[in-house]
């Protein structure tokens, strides 16, 4: 039986926005792999925004699949991870 894909994980953002360095820098140390797209060099991730924020772009965006998190603090970050299966936060 062929293990399955863990969930995509996609952040959105900009070169110079501090929020998204921090998010980066945390997903990074925690392991969980993601792709980065700067909005500012990719127009039609631009648009994608725009339509699931109703018109807005607030960054970061995390993305797993279809469900977004817009500027999420770190909990709420840990919390769609989990719920993904990406991240175990059970108390232990």
């Not at 500012?40 to 699931?52: C, G």
């Not at 797993?64 to 719920?83: A, E, K, S, T």
């Amino acid at each position: 039986m062929r293990k399955s894909t863990p969930p995509r994980v996609t952040l959105y953002g900009t070169s110079w926005c501090s929020d998204v360095r921090g998010l980066r820098a945390y997903l990074d140390t925690i392991g969980v792999r993601y792709t980065y797209i700067d909005i500012e060099q990719d127009e039609e991730a631009a648009m994608l925004l725009e339509q699931v924020q109703a018109g807005k772009r607030r960054i970061p965006t995390v993305a797993v699949g279809q469900d977004y998190r817009f500027v999420p603090r770190i909990w709420d970050l840990n919390v769609m991870l989990n719920q993904h299966g990406l991240l175990d936060i059970r108390a232990g």
